[in-house]
């Protein structure tokens, strides 16, 4: 037994916090910083949401800040069964201008299924050339991560080349079981990562699709604008739940 859902409806992508809101987190000082390009070009047309953004926002002090360049989340999170697996699937394309060649972490456009219960992560970021996946423990602003035994906070990408087509449509999937702590990643349909033992139990994902960058911050600041443009086509994702 299982059922789907599809969360989409970007048509109403201007209606803030109706499916989909603008991401970004609260600060200490009590403002909030928004993951929004304000030159972003916005179209929904046939059901698929492309955003075009020359990157020019930055931080300099805190890295989660400088990464996420124009980001939608989902105005509601998503619940994680206690038992069985939840699936998250949805076609992207990623095509970009004046990235570094070969350099996927200058300029891409990602998937974030983001738990802000516990800092997990599971991400699908994308290139012109190369998409990798991403599977972490964040310090977010204003989360409290649970205690481990293990490395408390970290992040591993896996990077591919192969299975995908470049600068078109690819089909990724992201599957998480909570029961069994397991996580899967597919592409076009084809198991590309599996990670067992999660070191938390993920409760809930607020579904994140971003423009980003990934460049860490120097002792003079952030280096991830530096004029490039991403262009990013998401289509609705469909969410299944089997018992």
């Not at 994308?126 to 992040?155: H, I, M, R, W």
């Amino acid at each position: 037994m299982g059922h789907i859902t599809t969360l989409g409806d970007f048509h109403t992508i201007l209606n803030e916090g109706e499916v989909w809101k603008m991401g970004g987190f609260p600060l200490p000082d009590g403002s909030f910083w928004q993951y929004r390009e304000p030159e972003a070009v916005v179209i929904v047309r046939n059901g698929i949401l492309y955003t075009r953004a020359t990157i020019s926002r930055s931080h300099d002090k805190v890295q989660i800040l400088d990464n996420a360049k124009h980001m939608y989340y989902s105005a509601k999170p998503v619940e994680v069964p206690e038992e069985g697996e939840i699936s998250f699937e949805l076609k992207i394309r990623a095509r970009t201008q004046n990235t570094a060649p070969g350099d996927l972490y200058d300029g891409y456009v990602s998937l974030n299924l983001l738990d802000f219960t516990t800092g997990g992560a599971l991400d699908f970021f994308v290139g012109n050339d190369q998409f990798a996946s991403v599977y972490a423990v964040l310090p977010f602003p204003g989360v409290t991560v649970p205690e481990t035994s293990g490395t408390k906070y970290f992040c591993v990408f896996k990077e591919e080349k192969e299975g995908f087509a470049p600068r078109e449509f690819n089909t990724y999937k992201i599957t998480y079981n909570r029961a069994t702590d397991e996580t899967a990643f597919y592409v076009n349909g084809n198991l590309v990562r599996k990670e067992s033992n999660t070191p938390v139990k993920f409760n809930q994902f607020t579904v994140a699709l971003g423009i980003m960058t990934e460049k860490d911050l120097t002792p003079e600041g952030s280096v991830s604008a530096h004029g490039q443009t991403v262009i990013a086509e998401w289509s609705p994702i469909t969410i299944e739940v089997k018992e």
